[in-house]
Nanobody, 123 residues
Framework: QVHLEESGGGLVQAGGSLRLSCAAS????????MGWFRQAPGKEREFVAA????????YYTDSVKGRFTISRDNAKNTVYLQMNSLKPEDTAVYYC????????????????WGQGTQVTVSS
């Protein structure tokens, strides 16, 4: 079992920054992917960014490229999502997830999910 806990959400003005954290506890493997997804009211959950505990490639959805950065601290079992130049359309509940996935940009295959953290960007 793996437990994920997100933190760092909040209210920020457009153009501001936030850093989300996702702390993992339990059994994790270097092959696991760590992903960030978000869900806005009335919309489906969408992929934001992903990486692997073992390093290697990172993945971003087009709308956040150049603004968001995913990183990890293996010693702390924590993955971060640095979000800069935030826009009102980034407003959503952000979830982290982990699992053995071959396509980290797809929610299918992620076995464990956090409870989510709210990010609200005011215009």
């Amino acid at each position: 079992q793996v437990h994920l806990e997100e933190s760092g959400g909040g209210l920020v003005q457009a153009g501001g920054s936030l850093r989300l954290s996702c702390a993992a506890s339990g059994r994790t493997f270097s092959s696991y992917a760590m992903g960030w997804f978000r869900q806005a009211p009335g919309k489906e959950r969408e992929f934001v960014a992903a990486t692997r505990w073992s390093g290697g490639n990172t993945y971003y959805t087009d709308s956040v490229k150049g603004r968001f950065t995913i990183s990890r601290d293996n010693a702390k079992n924590t993955v971060y999502l640095q979000m800069n130049s935030l826009k009102p359309e980034d407003t959503a509940v952000y979830y982290c997830a982990t699992g053995v996935v071959t396509t980290p940009w797809r929610a299918f295959g992620y076995d464990y999910w956090g409870q989510g953290t709210q990010v609200t960007v005011s215009s």
